[in-house]
């Protein structure tokens, strides 16, 4: 996998934005899979200050979700819908219309995760999977322990995640639901190109064990080592644990053929 060691969360921004950009301009309707959390903001930033250049062209893009909480209205302001909408569709200047998600309202969840697999593999299957990573080392709502082969389905949250995302819901946890739809692991490892974006220190020991530990399910993020085009940019901070960071460091600025990532 590609380790890519940037100085701030803004030039990891800069750097996936354009890798993004350069995917659009050779494909211009490119399936995006983007993430929610805090972390990615300066990608969504970055790609639609591109697009208001006129430096790339996004309006064919295609913009398909991660993963969905379960029993939230799709118009409650933190259902991930909402949130993708606001975040990364709006800005780019496309409507809905150019987007998909798993339905977390439905009556029966297990038919939504299948019909969403369904919607993705007749999309033509997802060119660019942008990730977090939870503290645990969760990718989506892949929990610790997910199989490394799942799919898109139904899991239930850590009390750590539900602790980790109550900031988006007042701070108070009773707010955070139980129960989410996620794209498998299986799922995930199906797109073109993974590129997982860590910042800051809170992250550095699931960086660490993801990069250089052993692909263990406990570690979902560690599946990452069985694609064949993963790259995970992190800043110092969320770097700072990596045994191998030096040397990252030194690929990194001497690629021969260097073209984005
Ligand atoms: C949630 C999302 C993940 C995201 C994680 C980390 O659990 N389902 O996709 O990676 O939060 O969020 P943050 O970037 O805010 O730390």
Not at 122 to 144: K, M, R, Y
Not at 163 to 186: E, K, L, M, S
Request: hydrophobic content about 40%; some cysteine.
């Amino acid at each position: 996998m590609e380790v890519v060691i940037v100085p701030d969360a803004k030039a990891g921004g800069e750097i996936i934005a354009e890798a993004m950009a350069a995917l659009l301009r050779r494909k211009p309707d490119a399936l995006l899979g983007v993430a929610t959390g805090s972390t990615p903001l300066p990608v969504y930033e970055a790609l639609a200050g591109k697009v208001r250049a006129g430096a790339v062209d996004a309006s064919r893009a295609r913009i398909c979700q991660l993963d969905e909480y379960v029993g939230l209205p799709a118009d409650h302001p933190e259902s991930y819908r909402s949130t993708v909408l606001r975040q990364v569709v709006e800005p780019l200047g496309l409507t809905a219309d150019s987007f998909m998600g798993p339905d977390g309202t439905a009556a029966d969840v297990q038919a939504a995760c299948e019909a969403y697999d369904r919607a993705l593999s007749e999309a033509g299957g997802v060119d660019l999977q942008l990730l977090g990573i939870g503290t645990d080392g969760h990718i989506g709502f892949n929990e610790p322990c997910s199989s490394l082969a799942s799919r898109t389905r139904i899991k239930t949250l850590t009390e750590q995640t539900r602790v980790d995302n109550a900031r988006f819901f007042d701070g108070d946890i009773d707010q955070v639901p139980h129960h989410v739809i996620t794209q498998g692991i299986g799922t995930i490892l199906e797109a073109r190109h993974l590129v997982l974006l860590a910042t800051g220190e809170g992250k550095a020991d699931a960086v660490a064990q993801s990069v250089e530990g052993p692909v263990a399910a406990v570690v979902p993020a560690s599946a990452l080592q069985l694609h064949p085009h993963a790259t995970v940019v992190v800043d110092e901070a969320a770097a700072s644990k990596l045994k191998l960071a030096d040397y990252f460091r030194h690929t990194y600025t001497n690629k021969p053929t260097w073209q984005g990532l």
